[in-house]
C-alpha cells in the first residue's frame, strides 16, 4: 500500500467514524430539546394519575432510553465503520487508522514493526 492509498483509506474511516459518534448524539441531544417543550405538560397530565414518585420515573424514562439508544447504537456503528472501512496490518491486522501519523511517518506497523507502507519512487 502506498502512503497516498493509506492516507485516503484513512481518512474514510476517520470520517466515518466522526460520523457514527455525532450522529446518534445529535439526534440524542435533538430529543432532549424537543422533549423539554413537552415535558411539564406531560409531567402536569401523569400527576393527576399517579403519585409523584412513579411520575418522577416516567417522566425521566423516555430521557434515559434514549440516552442507552444513543451509546449503543454509537458502539454498533463505530464496530461497523471499523470492520468495513478500518485500515489493517497485513501482517498483525491490527487496525491503524488510528495510528495514522505513527504509520506514515515511519511505514511501519506501530504494533508489529513490519513495514506496512511501499516505497514510492
Ligand atoms: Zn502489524
Redesign the pocket.
Known sequence: MSISEFNRAAGVFQKRTRIAILGPSAIAFAFFIAYDQFQERLESFLSTRFDSFTVDILTKLPIALVQIAAVVCIFWMYGRVKRQSGVR?P??A?GLANRKKIVIASGN?P??G?KVIEDES
Open positions: 496490518c501482517h498483525c491490527k506497523c504494533f508489529c513490519k
